[in-house]
């Protein structure tokens, strides 16, 4: 199995984007990417039929893609990313509060 940092280098080797805007340019294709995946299972409930598996998870897919490439602009990698947000999701659980409101909970 491959590793989150492994996936962000072999990621970044097929980045092509402008670096003067690499931020907003990542921000605003992962926001469009997962506005794909959305779209998808929008259609499927609108027709009455079953999600395309295979096509979700190619939008899932370039969803990570821009996430890697993201957190990389910001100078991260995805381990850590990852750490931040296991890290986060478990003190709220301890907490009490995984089923409450807001981003500082």
């Given at each position: 199995m491959l590793s989150l940092n492994y996936y962000q280098d072999k990621a970044l080797?097929?980045?092509i984007y402008p670096k003067e805007t690499a931020l907003e340019y990542c921000l605003l294709q992962l926001a469009s990417e997962a506005g794909e995946a959305a779209g998808k299972l929008g259609k499927a409930l609108r027709k009455g039929v079953p999600v395309d598996?295979?096509?979700l998870?190619?939008?899932l897919g370039d969803v990570l893609w821009y996430v890697a490439n993201t957190a990389h602009v910001l100078d991260c990698d995805l381990n850590k990313v990852a750490e931040m947000n296991i890290n986060k999701l478990t003190s709220r659980s301890e907490?009490?509060?995984i089923?409450?409101?807001g981003d500082n909970r």
């Open positions: 080797e097929t980045a598996r295979e096509a998870l190619a939008e907490r009490g509060v089923h409450g409101d």
